[in-house]
């Protein structure tokens, strides 16, 4: 058995502990000249991305996050430095993208021989499955097993509904335990803050075939999952 975690990480030490349950506030504000203001997003409907980068780069650059229970509120540059964090989470709009292709139900439910040929001329109609165990597991361990913490999306919903987006999820891996084809991910989640227990199942026997992730909270079932892009900045508002 394997057994890998990044070295002095813990969700209840180095998560945030206050939970991602913001009070209403636009995300992004814009002026239009003496008019009107533009709001953009709601900080209401959940800031996972913006709270799971931030505590990477608390983490990085040996920072201890806050004792605050009660998330920072607009205004404060706390909240700002989160929201931009946010932003930064969908990487110029691919991460909502790769989102929104995994959710296709068109996608087969097990791997079809044709999908190679596909990928050559840019169609991905690789199975969820496939994409899990044969392309993001894969990295997400890389970064694990280099002692890096791995930005995770969950996909939690099928539909071609671009307005289910909303329904998926973004965390943190900080370890994993394989046990021949059995694969449990550790997982910071700015849902459940403090909670070293929450963790990602999948049986990584076949690529080619189905399986099914599981996640050990009463959170709506998971489909897929993969690793999300993350360049660190430093947390100065955090100092």
Not at 12 to 28: D, E, K
Not at 174 to 190: S, T
């Amino acid at each position: 058995m394997s057994s890998v975690l990044v070295p002095g990480f813990s969700p209840s030490s180095n998560g945030l502990h206050f939970s991602n349950a913001f009070p209403p506030a636009p995300i992004r504000q814009f002026r239009l000249g003496s008019v009107a203001t533009l709001n953009i997003g709601d900080a209401a409907n959940g800031l996972c991305g913006g709270m799971s980068f931030t505590v990477r780069d608390l983490f990085e650059r040996g920072l201890t996050p806050p004792a605050d229970r009660t998330p920072p509120t607009s205004g404060d540059p706390r909240f700002d430095y989160i929201v931009s964090r946010q932003i930064d989470s969908f990487d110029d709009g691919r991460v909502p993208l790769r989102f929104y292709r995994l959710m296709s139900p068109s996608r087969p439910a097990t791997e079809p021989f044709w999908a190679p040929w596909l990928g050559r001329v840019g169609i991905d109609r690789h199975s969820r499955t496939y994409v899990m165990l044969h392309a993001e597991w894969p990295r997400i361990r890389a970064d694990l097993d280099a002692g890096t913490l791995s930005m995770i999306g969950l996909v939690r919903v099928v539909d071609r509904d671009p307005l289910k987006l909303g329904r998926n999820h973004q965390v943190v891996a900080y370890g994993y335990d394989l046990d021949g084809p059995r694969l449990i991910v550790r997982i910071y989640d700015p849902n459940y803050p403090d909670d070293d227990d929450l963790t990602l199942r999948i049986d990584t026997t076949d690529p080619f075939g189905t399986a099914t992730p599981t996640y050990s909270t009463a959170d709506p079932p998971l489909v897929c999952f993969f690793r999300a892009p993350c360049a660190a900045r430093d947390p100065l508002p955090f100092r």
